[in-house]
């Protein structure tokens, strides 16, 4: 829409994502946040860490990092929800599949390895495996056929927990079942915080997680950890304003949460979308897969859906396997201390058709992303 | 993954609703959001569901919003609240 802005740099050039009403391109308003961010950066370096693979996607196709100064670097932490599914999960589903069920998932999840095969190889073997856009998909599916199971492999964080829970409270088929991986945001960023060597400034939240359980949600882990975590929207500009926001922070010295996504997140957050939470799910400790083990960041179907939990319903074990094949650098990008380029394995033998680790799997991944939009850091 | 994207409201028929995303037609589950949505109305669509509704006068806000920001730049640096 409106073309290339007269900035010469590659500021708000890709197809948009948003509809026209929803659009914020401002050239001038780009350029004023710019020119702040280079005036207020701090002597010291300051690494801001993001956990969204859209925020990656508008990071790198706008070319934002090379528009920051060079005391300001952004990574992407543990932000793509297909890269931190542990392969125990997906050692999980592939026996499900071969066992007979129907597994549905999102598209990303049939290609991440697990410790034999991925879901793909599986279903060239001769499992049913089905690619879904939503939970409510996987359930049209279970009801088509009713002699068989049908299992949802259901992975993502806040935004899309909601969905699964919403089809499990409304009365799904016997033979629907789910497998779930969900995880949360928020102890993501506490276990981010926790692991030394920190060289965290501060968060950009992610938008459309912060819609769901509100700004409100990241108070404790910035109290805890003195970090300043901002919510992030998705259009360049917005990105631009977070960091301001952050750098405004540091140079303040305060360590508070602050919403630059008002327009669509709100203090206390979508508060039906938290009720079908609270009525599906219970917290519990979560593998991420080149983490590990983080309190509290995932979700338990409650033991009253337990008749439509995979967990029950197929009794299948799968070891902990190893989650990083050896040289691949994923877990030190997950956890936001390397950029994909300090791997030697990117690019060569590392690409999106083959690739060796799972952040190059998922298409939000690091790796993945910068493969695909040739970003490099400018350090 | 969490990619939502905004969405116009053809029609509503209960739990679910028909919208417009891009000039493709799609049906959107509605439980939630714990909203009243009519036709017209926008909505921030995932995997299916929609998480929230949207106003077009907000997006024109975030722009005041940075100018606000700029606005900071001028003031005295001392003890100035957050927006
Ligand atoms: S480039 Fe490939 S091997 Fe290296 S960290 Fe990324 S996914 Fe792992």
Excluded at chain 1, 129 to 143: E, F, G, K, P, T
Excluded at chain 1, 146 to 168: I, K, M, N, Q, S
Excluded at chain 1, 169 to 177: A, E, Q
Excluded at chain 1, 212 to 238: M, N, Q, W
């Amino acid at each position: 829409m409106g073309g290339r802005p007269a900035l010469g740099i590659p500021l708000a050039v890709t197809e948009p994502r948003a509809t026209p009403p929803f659009l914020l391109r401002d050239p001038a308003r780009a350029r004023a946040l710019v020119d702040f961010l280079h005036r207020h950066a701090p002597p010291e370096m300051v690494r801001i860490v993001h956990v969204c693979g859209t925020h990656e996607m508008t990071i790198a196709e706008n070319g934002l990092r090379s528009l920051l100064p060079s005391g300001v670097e952004v990574l992407e932490g543990p932000g793509c929800p297909v890269c931190v599914t542990p392969t125990v999960d997906l050692d999980r589903a592939v026996k499900i599949a071969e066992r007979g069920a129907i597994v549905c998932t999102f598209g990303d999840m049939t290609r991440v390895p697990g410790t034999r095969v991925t879901l793909a190889e599986a279903r060239a073997q001769g499992a049913d495996v089905r690619v879904v856009l939503s939970a409510a998909d996987a359930v049209v599916v279970a009801r088509k056929n009713p002699d068989r199971d049908v299992v949802f492999f259901a992975v993502g964080f806040e935004t899309t927990a909601p969905g699964t829970a919403a089809v499990l409270l409304d009365d799904p088929p016997p033979n629907f079942s789910v497998l779930c991986s969900h995880k949360l945001i928020p102890a993501a960023l506490d276990a981010l915080m926790a692991t030394p060597p920190t060289r965290i400034a501060g968060f950009l939240a992610p938008g459309h997680v912060s819609t769901v359980i509100g700004a409100a949600a990241y108070r404790a882990v910035a109290a805890r950890h003195h970090v300043p975590i901002v919510v992030a929207g998705f259009e360049p500009l917005d990105i631009l304003y977070a960091i301001a926001l952050v750098l405004r922070q540091v140079r303040e010295g305060r360590a508070e949460v602050e919403n630059g996504y008002p327009r669509a997140v709100s203090e206390e957050g979508n508060l039906r979308a938290q009720e079908l939470l609270a009525m599906a799910f219970a917290p519990c400790d979560a593998v991420w897969r080149g983490i590990g083990r983080i309190p509290g960041s995932g979700l338990n179907i409650r033991d009253e859906l337990a008749r439509h939990d995979a967990r029950h319903a197929f009794s299948v074990q799968a070891e902990e396997g190893e989650d990083k094949p050896p040289g691949c650098l994923c877990s030190e990008v997950l956890l936001a201390r390397a950029v994909p380029t300090d791997c030697p394995l990117f690019r060569d033998p590392c690409t999106p058709l083959s690739p060796v680790g799972p952040c190059m799997v998922g298409s939000e991944g690091a790796c993945s992303v910068w493969y695909r939009y040739g970003e490099r850091p400018h350090l | 993954m969490c990619l939502a994207v905004p969405t116009k409201v053809l029609s509503v028929d209960g739990n679910l609703a028909t919208v417009d995303v891009q000039g493709v037609r799609a049906r959107v589950r509605l439980d939630a959001l714990g909203e009243e949505v009519r036709i017209g109305d926008y909505l921030l669509v995932h995997a299916g569901f929609a998480i929230r509704r949207l106003d077009p006068k907000d997006a024109q806000e975030t722009l005041a919003l940075f100018d606000e920001l700029f606005a900071w730049e001028d003031a005295p640096p001392s003890g100035s609240p957050s927006p």
